[in-house]
């Protein structure tokens, strides 16, 4: 039988989408002070508007200390306000709404309770925290990791209550659950730390938390690397293991495999343009501006960019799991849709193809465009924690 068109009616989980394709978790930069805007409202209601069949709301913390920087959505009193009016946005455009869930860990320029250094799975430099007086991450001790837990179960649980469709839990980009899978970042010699399964045990238990907050009604997506992209990180093998035993484990109803360590290899995932000027500019502080102009083209590897380039190894992922999967990674037009859905992959999962055109989806379906105008020269990226992410194009 022939694969059903993206364009088709699809179900995740407990839900029944209009169509295949799923607007990934891209940071908005529209969160001063950690607290949704209306700018997010809109952002999301636009996406909702051009036809796109779930829109995921990125990189929410499950607690302030959780955060990278301290403009990063949080789930305050003013973010839930917020936050309602975002999912009902999105429902009146009968489109459905997602909320990704996710934890800094190592990876952050913001002080814990009592001014505690950031945490993770093992004492590590913190080079992002330089500039904030945090060159050093902790390692997780036993009630660190519960809260953890804890705190993801109960933000899915608020993400519930707002109103969201589905929750995504972030295990991938370097982030905590992906430093606690990840050899070269988790170094412990305790049931935390080893071997994969050791290493799987944090993540399975907030998808196990996650799962049991947000009951049979709300979809559960889990975003994984396939790779961290650098010797003696994440590989292949290690990825088809944690798929394997999310799917065994019944936490989650598809997986966004994507790759790349925020901290090492942050182009990895984007591929294509390097704008080192426009990163340097968009610091917060002179000293991450200056660096970010001396040493960033030393220390940010760019990546030539190419149509679908994460499906060479998720298809490792697609013939190890039944389980749905969504294609990440330059899909860029119709060519790639179709090609994804061949290969078996339920949903194609798109940035920056839908930042540049909100109405790609529509347009599309319609027959007026085959693919993005996005020329992946990520100025988008660049630019984002100014006055939050647009494309570029536009001026």
């Not at 869930?101 to 990876?107: E, K, R, S, W």
């Not at 990546?303 to 990440?328: I, M, N, Q, T, W």
């Amino acid at each position: 039988m022939a694969p059903v068109d993206v364009f088709e009616p699809a179900t995740l989980g407990p839900l029944r989408l209009r169509n295949r394709v799923i607007k990934a978790a891209t940071y908005e930069g529209m969160s001063p002070g950690g607290h949704a805007s209306p700018a997010l409202v809109a952002f999301h209601r636009r996406l909702a508007a051009g036809k796109v069949g779930l829109t995921t709301v990125a990189y929410c913390a499950v607690s302030r200390e959780g955060r990278t920087f301290d403009n990063q959505l949080v789930l305050s009193a003013e973010s839930r306000r917020v936050l309602g009016k975002l999912t009902k946005a999105v429902h009146d455009e009968d489109g459905k709404a997602s909320l990704q869930l996710g934890h800094a860990g190592t990876f952050s320029k913001v002080r814990g309770t009592g001014g505690r250094a950031p945490c993770g799975p093992s004492f590590a430099l913190n080079a992002y925290g330089v500039s904030a007086g945090l060159p050093f991450a902790r390692a997780m001790d036993a009630k660190d990791i519960a809260d953890v837990v804890r705190a993801f179960g109960e933000a899915a649980a608020t993400a519930v209550e707002l109103g969201f469709d589905a929750v995504e839990v972030h295990l991938g980009h370097g982030y905590l659950l992906s430093q606690f899978l990840s050899p070269a970042t988790n170094r412990r010699t305790d049931e935390w730390g080893g071997s994969i399964a050791n290493r799987m045990r944090l993540p399975l238990a907030v998808l196990e938390a996650v799962r049991k907050s947000v009951g049979s009604n709300v979809a559960v997506i889990a975003k994984t690397n396939l790779s961290d992209g650098f010797e003696g990180g994440l590989d292949i093998d290690d990825a088809v293991t944690i798929a394997q035993t999310i799917e065994k484990s019944g936490t989650a109803d598809a997986i966004v495999p994507s790759g790349g360590f925020t901290s090492r290899t942050p182009f990895y995932l984007l591929r294509g343009g390097l704008p080192l000027r426009k990163m340097a500019d968009a610091q917060p502080d002179r000293l991450s501006r200056v660096a970010m102009r001396v040493l960033g083209g030393a220390i940010i590897d760019r990546y030539d960019f190419e149509p679908s380039f994460f499906l060479p190894l998720a298809r490792h992922l697609r013939s190890a799991v039944k389980l749905p999967l969504g294609l990440l990674g330059g899909v860029v037009s119709k060519d790639d849709f179709a090609s994804a859905r061949a290969e078996g992959f339920d949903f194609v999962v798109l940035g920056r193809a839908l930042i540049a055109d909100p109405d790609l989806v529509e347009r599309m379906q319609r027959g007026e465009i085959s693919r993005t105008r996005c020329n992946a020269c990520n100025e988008c990226v660049a630019e984002m924690d100014i006055a939050g992410v647009r494309c570029t194009l536009d001026r």
